[in-house]
């Protein structure tokens, strides 16, 4: 009994610095989102491989390091039905926290998918996934889909190392925050990190001339929508977690 409640005391604290995390989790963007265009395209892509028709969708027939485990569908179902919930709950009006909140717990009450919050192999799969999608959007062109797929992975990845593996002790939330509004060059250069292959390559050459900006942790930046020039941040004013 005491190694139980010791457990749900472990639980607790690690869901209480989460909850914290997401409160914090606010961003600016000036440009509305085409919330159902981007879904949209989210299950085109998804849909694709369960049809066998990838080869089709894409001409290059390369998955980026995603390898479709047995239970593909109940992955990449899972990784829609996040994108749904996080979209539906109003990520397009700038609070990320909340969002990514009603994703969470819509999943996690879900049967079929709670499952796959606590088995670290199975959200890794679900980052491959998001990975992938955002290498194929910007090999098409849209950039702004891009964006929210690899914010998304990233978000994953510290999940997995604070709430799973436990090999931190804080969710480091700036990558997100960055990611989800960020230059070509640094979008690119994220998903070049995660991904086998060279698809990107051509279309790093592209962008590795434009300034990289980052988004400011300070709340009370004066900076318009908080975003700065990367080399002028500081660590020691909160511009990086």
């Known amino acids: 009994m005491a190694k139980k409640a010791g457990q749900k005391q472990e639980a607790a604290t690690q869901q209480g610095a989460l909850d914290e995390q997401m409160e914090r989790l606010k ?17 085109k892509l998804a849909t694709a491989g369960k049809e066998d028709q990838i080869g089709n969708f894409f001409a290059n027939a390369c998955y980026h390091g995603y390898v479709e485990p047995e239970d593909c569908l109940v992955i990449e179902d899972f990784s829609e039905a996040f994108f749904a919930e996080f979209m539906s709950a109003g990520a397009g009006a700038g609070d990320l926290g909340d969002s990514l909140t009603a994703a969470i717990i819509a999943t996690k009450e879900n ?6 919050w606590g088995d670290s192999s199975k959200l890794k799969l679900v980052t491959s996934f998001y990975i992938f999608n955002g290498t194929q959007h910007v090999l098409e062109g849209n950039i702004k889909g891009a964006k929210w797929f690899a ?58 001339s434009i300034t990289k900006m980052g988004v400011c942790r300070n709340e009370k930046c004066s900076l318009p929508n908080r975003v700065v020039e990367r080399s002028k941040m500081l660590y020691c004013t909160r511009c990086r977690a």
């Open 27 to 43: 961003i600016e963007d000036s440009k509305p989102l085409d919330e159902a265009a981007l879904l949209e395209d989210a299950i």
């Open 111 to 116: 049967e079929q998918y709670s499952v796959i």
């Open 151 to 208: 914010a998304f992975a990233a978000f994953f990845q510290e999940y997995i190392a604070f709430c799973v593996d436990k090999r931190r002790g804080t969710v480091n939330s700036s990558k997100m925050i960055e990611l989800a509004s960020c230059d070509e060059h640094t979008l690119v250069k994220y998903l070049k990190k995660n991904i086998p292959c060279n698809c990107l390559e051509e279309k790093y050459k592209e962008v590795k």
